[in-house]
């Protein structure tokens, strides 16, 4: 009998597995694949891994001091074994802090039998039954693609395949302008390949502030990026080594797109293999599984968290819930804040983003005012040669309260971070602006962004 | 010979006392039987008599400070007796949390030398006490770590030092906003620190301030739930209800009411007609009068009616003595002083424990009836509701209107029977509608 059963190990399982034998609970881990999940080993680490090789290519390219950089290539081959090489020494530094905590790890697919009982299915076909206290469901996800599409993996890829290929195409097609699209995209515009966006909203990113949207758009544009908006695909063919898409654009009219090969970057939807919900009677609601505020479903001692259960499809949104349950577990008290999730997108600039939009803010009818404080002013920026970039800082104008962060440019997902700490100690925009920050960094931008709520930046002009 | 001068048992039922004033002061002579100081409890003073006569040499209990009962407030000894340096003080044991909810002697009381004593001001050295006025930090909030619970001075620096309330920006300034008082929320953030969802519950809870709380009972309320509970376990109740014809008292007082006001200064209540129509009730039926004492029935040679007063933190209920006997004029009189002193906490024990039968009126409210539980050691006890109007058919089949109150009797039914209590009651309906031969004799 175990006091706590997990089921995925990604970035959520593995947390909760570690954090509950770190309060002293037996624990058992079950992952059908390769510890780490998604993150580690489909998702953010390969993707970032192949950003920062990208982006080293790009950024020697347009150097203004380099010679000989006309004649720079990328090896793909090498830069898919060296992103193998970062997932595999991570993959073994998690499985031996896994080891140390002594937790069980079953390889195999696994099932939730009833609450509190779970089989779980080995490589071997050999089925074995496992009872445990309370049981966390971490699932996962797996790419989305529309039934009309069908993905070859050569010419027609998700980032499953796309992630783990050692040739580069001259022109793609990514269809889906969401973050995964939008890192894809980047990877390959680094690259110097051909890339068109189809979305099918009317913008990309549309979960971000309108000025961080505007901005994306600009520089994807100025980078060669061909962007259509409210663009329906309507079908596939393969035409030869050649792929040809046909969609309808904003205006209705048919369209055709030729290329070398098809990203499908339309969502993630969630992995239920082992779930049978309706034979165990869980709630869903949707394709994902329903949970309360503390992640409980509405079977006793089942949790569920991360991409299984919606919301923002995030490693650390998936680890933070991880840490609820297993707070709630241990008879304490812990929700996870939607609002003070960071969100985090590594495109042509970096995205770092949390809380409210300025849209969202204004639709709730408070006071707000917004800060802002842009890279071309920074003196850090201008040294690092990444001007394009801005901090934008929506606070509530009465007490203070820091609705929003919005930062566009180079290191924002790591800045971002700065903003969610002060929101999660319920800092005000002040706060912010009263910390003092080491020169000549970028972490400066978000102080003056903060001083300028109150319009009181020191590296801006008096406005009359 | 020291004469030890301890806060006397006030009553049975109380536990605590507090010196009010102290009328004799250190170095003065004290005769045996003269009043030294004044003390009150449960809401009662009493003036308490020297035992012994000589020097009031030394007094240990400051005014305003709440001890038990049999504590040693004060020294007596003989013109020219010293007392021992070691003279051994009885300890009274104080409960813990009462002990830490006492407040701190002001400075100016600490540095007098009546102070040192076993249950008067915390122990502090004086560095420490200098050092905690100029950082402002009351003396009792400090944590002692010297030896016996002295507070030393790194203890003041250590309180000085810490960080008075951890709360976030957001938090604070809600807290500002709302006007939530900071003291006692707890924090429910890193390390303690309030965060705003503590303020808001703690809002919350303000706006609902009755709620959710556990209240330790005061002194009067203990002597209250005691009591009820005394009474309602032992004696057995039962209850008379019967209505009662106001019209001709209401006329009576109304064709009284001015002269008496001339006459006496006085303003006369229906209230105190009641109090004379039950006492001479009383006379005819003396069993509710009475009390029951082990395998005893007293019935006391005096009619004492109490009436209840309700006070802000409970109930009291003065007697008005002899109410068969004396005059309307001075049950009006007793009545207004004894409800005045009440409201002062001004009554004495007697005034409080002479009571013989008890009248419990709501008729101030909208209550028709209601049942009460007797008094202890009382017999009886007569309830009253509100006064309203009726209809009725006259002797000449008229529809007519008339005022009435529905009266209860409870009574203890080990000593009074069922056909008694009801013969009382309705010896009493009898009285209080035909008042001008009730009251015959004013």
Sequence with gaps: ?464 | MVTEVVIPMLGVTVEKGKIVEWLKNEGDSVVRGESIFIVEADKVTTEVESPATGILAKILIPVEEEVPVLTVVGLITEPGEQIPDDYPIKPVSVPAAEAAARPAPAAAETNSPAAPAASGPIPIMPAARRLAREKGLSIETLTPTGPGGVILLRDVEAAAAAPAVKISSLAQRLAAKKGVSLGGIEGSGVRGRIMRKDVESAWVEAKRPGLGKVIPMATMRQVIARRMTESAFSAPHIYFFTEIGLDPLLNFRHEILPEFEEEFGLRLSINDLLIKAVALNILDFPILNAKVTGQEIHIPAEINICLAVALDDGLIVPAIANADRVGLVDIVRQRTDLVKRAYAGKLTIEELERGTFTISSLAQYDITHFTAILNPPQSGILTLGKTRDELYLNDEGAVKTRKIATFGLSVDHRIIDGAVAADFLQNLKHKLERPIFTFLSL
């Design chain 1, 1 to 464: 009998m175990y006091d706590l059963a997990v089921i995925g190990g990604g970035p959520g399982g593995y947390t909760a597995a570690i954090r509950g034998a770190q309060h002293g609970l037996k624990v058992l881990l079950v992952e059908k694949d390769t510890l780490g999940g998604t993150c580690l080993t489909r998702g953010c680490i390969p993707t970032k891994s192949f950003i920062s090789d990208s982006k080293l290519l790009n950024a020697a390219k347009n150097s203004s001091v380099l010679e000989g950089t006309d004649s720079l290539k990328i090896d793909p081959a090498k830069m898919v074994a060296r992103k193998r090489q970062v997932v595999e020494t991570l993959v073994n530094g998690l499985q031996s802090i896994i080891k140390s905590h002594a937790i069980d790890v079953v390889l195999g697919i696994g099932h939730l039998a009833a609450p509190g009982q779970l089989q779980v299915q080995q490589a071997d076909a050999s089925i074995n039954a496992y009872a445990a206290q309370n049981i966390i469901l971490a699932n996962g996800s797996k790419p989305a693609v529309p039934p009309f599409i069908e993905v070859d993996g050569q010419f027609v890829q998700t980032t499953d395949e796309a992630l783990d290929t050692e040739d580069i195409p001259q022109k793609i097609a990514i269809i889906g302008g969401g973050v995964i699209g939008i890192e894809m995209a980047t990877i390959y515009l680094n690259m110097g390949v051909d890339v068109t966006i189809l979305e099918l909203l009317p913008d990309i990113l549309a979960t971000e502030d309108r000025d961080i949207r505007l901005v994306m758009r600009r520089l994807l544009k100025r980078r060669g990026a061909q962007l259509f908006t409210q663009a329906k695909v309507k079908e596939i063919v393969r035409n030869g080594d050649r792929i040809d898409l046909i969609f309808e654009d904003q205006t209705g009219a048919a369209q055709s797109l030729q290329s070398d090969r098809v990203l499908v970057a339309t969502g993630r939807a969630p992995v239920l293999d082992g779930i049978n919900s309706r034979q165990l009677g869980l709630e869903m609601e949707g394709p994902f599984v329903r949970v309360n505020e503390k992640m409980k479903t509405n079977l006793p001692g089942v949790y569920a968290i991360g991409d299984l259960v919606g919301g923002m499809m995030l490693a650390h949104k998936a680890s933070a819930e991880a840490e609820a349950v297993v707070k709630n577990i241990m008879g304490a008290k812990k929700e996870v804040i939607p609002e003070q999730i960071p969100r985090c997108i590594w495109g042509i600039a970096e995205i770092g983003a949390v809380g409210l939009t300025e849209e969202q803010a204004r639709a709730t009818q408070r006071n707000i005012k917004t800060g802002t404080f842009h890279f071309m002013s920074s003196g850090a920026a201008h040294a690092m040669g990444h001007i394009d970039g801005f901090v934008k800082i929506i606070g509530d104008s009465e007490n203070g309260e820091i609705l929003g962060v919005h930062i566009l440019g180079e290191h924002a997902t790591d800045l971002i971070g700065d903003a969610v700490t002060t929101m999660t100690m319920e800092s005000a925009v002040e706060d912010l602006a009263e910390a003092i920050k080491p020169h000549p960094t970028l972490s400066e931008t978000l102080m003056e962004a903060a001083m300028d709520w109150n319009r009181r930046a020191i590296h801006k002009p008096k406005i009359r």
